[in-house]
């Protein structure tokens, strides 16, 4: 009787132990898959590269097709582990030369964007990419308003006519502040 006793406690005590383990297994699990869903959203917006300037919808200038080449060969590697996730741009010719060559390198489509639209681009960027890197291509008026509706700075310094040089990194993480870095890339050494 006493065996049968000592047999059935050791078999309650390694069921507790196999509970315990399926339980922290699940738990670890759990925690695993919230914080990976809730990974930081980098966001890096560039203004279109120098344009033509004599046409309705220009294309870029040999100057804005070398600087495309700068940003490209800069943003290829973004990340060392994925790269980027997706390009956005809007309509025009200029920007969409802007994005060509990147989206080529990592073939990936771009995808278009109204820039008057500035709530549902962040919108959709924020629901689909979340924790992903995103490349949005825009205009010296529109950059700005992207980047403060993200909540990211209110001070982002308007973008002049003649100003092409700017790269700003928008981390938007899931607990936290927003953060913005300005980079700024001169021409390429040629």
């Known amino acids: 009787m006493r065996n049968q006793n000592d047999k059935d406690r050791r078999r309650r005590r390694r069921q507790r132990r196999i509970q315990v383990i399926i339980i922290y297994t699940a738990i670890a699990i759990g925690l695993a898959w919230f914080f990976e869903s809730q990974a930081t959203t980098t966001i890096i917006f560039v203004r279109h590269?120098?344009?033509?300037?004599?046409?309705?919808?220009?294309?870029?200038?040999?100057?804005?097709?070398r600087r495309v080449a700068e940003l490209t060969r800069q943003l290829v590697d973004a990340d060392v582990?994925?790269?980027?996730?997706?390009?956005?741009?809007?309509?025009f010719k200029r920007s969409q030369e802007t994005a060509q060559p990147l989206a080529d390198a990592l073939s990936l489509p771009i995808r278009t964007y109204d820039a008057e639209d500035t709530n549902d681009i962040l919108e959709k960027i924020l629901k689909k990419h979340k924790g992903k890197i995103i490349?949005?291509?825009?205009?010296?008026?529109?950059?700005?308003?992207?980047?403060?509706?993200?909540?990211?700075?209110?001070?982002?310094?308007?973008?002049?006519?003649?100003?092409?040089?700017?790269?700003?990194?928008?981390s938007i993480p899931w607990f936290g502040k927003t953060k913005t870095i300005r980079l700024r890339f001169g021409e390429p050494y040629v």
């Open 135 to 170: 490349l949005v291509v825009g205009h010296s008026d529109t950059l700005p308003v992207l980047i403060a509706n993200l909540g990211a700075s209110k001070k982002v310094p308007r973008i002049a006519e003649g100003e092409y040089d700017n790269i700003y990194i928008v």
């Open 49 to 65: 590269a120098e344009k033509v300037e004599i046409q309705d919808d220009p294309g870029l200038s040999v100057a804005g097709r």
């Open 81 to 91: 582990v994925a790269g980027i996730d997706a390009i956005y741009a809007t309509p």
